[in-house]
């Protein structure tokens, strides 16, 4: 713990020094990614960035080509090129490109340079941010040449593709629209949860050791062994004793993107590994914590770009309320399938005459039937 604390007080220091010189150089930008920020690049621009306003201009592109289209009869070649901001139109007008781009395969990584045209009024694709533009290419340098794909990288729901194949060809998987989206949504989701607690809150983040030593808690541990014989470190299930040493240390605000690790089975809310956002603080009571977390939510779904948001403050239902009438302490509300006891209508243990229940009876989840009438003798 003390070579901890050592450790824990140098790094703080840096990151003082840096955030004070890095906001007094006015370099310190919080506002996310910027697809057209491409400072340190071999490109010009990027593909999606390119509008009418750049005809005329020259650029240079890299991204990955998708299947040609050739008009061998005028001996042009239309390439349409991605990168992660989006699409561009290729034209090759040369009869010498038409042989070549003929055994481009989809996928193909490239880097060209040409000029900016507008299209003719005829060939403008009115659902593309730069369906009124193409680019002409002058020079085209293949940078890997790809082979047979496993699958097409296109818009297709996860549900269409095997996901042991995804998983296997997972850096094709990264490229389809989907993936993108959702991992650049988390990483604006992560920006804008370190804006509210930093920026707004006065929270410091502070990255914690992930190898610890056993501690009691709710799962086993995963073990990593040394090479010292017989002496293991155990992965940590949660920052906790962390945490609580940073409030005692003065910290009283503190939060951390905490990755945590847990050995047991998987089920539908288990998995071994997870990141979770990792939150303290001193000086507080329930309800300024609730208050916190509400905002915190309120401000990462407007980053997020969620329309319909939960009116503040959230609704709130004690434990003992929960499991009485849910029986679970996560209940899910958007369903009105209470729990009511019987006795309340005089039913004890369905022994009463003349008396009918109307239920759903679930199988495996399912409803079999709405509304069904079952008398007491078949509840028995």
């Not at 997972?170 to 920026?199: C, I, Y």
């Amino acid at each position: 713990i003390i070579e901890f604390v050592k450790m824990l007080r140098r790094s703080i220091n840096r990151a003082h020094w840096l955030c004070r010189t890095l906001i007094r150089e006015n370099t310190l930008n919080l506002k996310g990614a910027d697809y057209s920020n491409i400072s340190f690049s071999w490109r010009s621009h990027t593909c999606g960035e390119l509008r009418s306003n750049h005809v005329g201009r020259d650029v240079t592109l890299c991204g990955w080509t998708k299947r040609p289209r050739l008009l061998e009869s005028q001996g042009i070649c239309f390439v349409p090129l991605t990168d992660a901001s989006g699409v561009i139109q290729l034209i090759f007008q040369s009869a010498d490109w038409a042989d070549k781009l003929s055994h481009l395969a989809s996928e193909t990584v490239v880097k060209v340079k040409g000029v900016v045209l507008a299209r003719p009024s005829y060939g403008i694709n009115k659902d593309l941010p730069t369906g009124a533009i193409e680019v002409q290419i002058q020079s085209m340098e293949v940078l890997n040449e790809v082979g047979e794909l496993p699958f097409s990288v296109s818009d297709q729901p996860n549900s269409a593709l095997n996901e042991e194949l995804r998983l296997r060809e997972r850096h094709l998987d990264l490229r389809r629209p989907t993936m993108q989206k959702n991992l650049r949504l988390r990483s604006d989701v992560g920006m804008a949860v370190r804006e509210f607690l930093v920026n707004e809150n006065a929270f410091v983040e502070v990255e914690t050791p992930t190898l610890f030593k056993r501690t009691a808690e709710g799962a086993r541990e995963f073990l990593v062994p040394t090479r010292d014989k017989g002496k293991f470190y155990a992965l940590v299930q949660s920052p906790q004793q962390f945490k609580q040493l940073l409030m005692v240390g003065g910290f009283d605000r503190y939060f951390q993107f905490a990755r945590c690790y847990r050995d047991e089975d998987l089920r539908a809310d288990r998995q071994p590994e997870f990141t979770q956002i990792d939150i303290e603080m001193s000086f507080i009571d329930e309800e300024g914590i609730m208050g916190l977390i509400e905002q915190l939510l309120m401000h990462v779904l407007s980053t997020a770009g969620v329309d319909k948001k939960p009116v503040v403050p959230f609704p709130r239902m004690s434990y003992s309320a929960a499991l009485s009438q849910y029986g679970s302490d996560k209940p899910d509300t958007r369903y009105d399938m209470k729990i009511h006891r019987t006795s309340q209508f005089g039913i004890r243990g369905f022994k009463v005459s003349n008396w009918k229940v109307k239920c759903i009876i679930m199988v495996h989840g399912e409803p079999v039937s709405t509304h069904l009438e079952v008398s007491n003798s078949a509840l028995i």
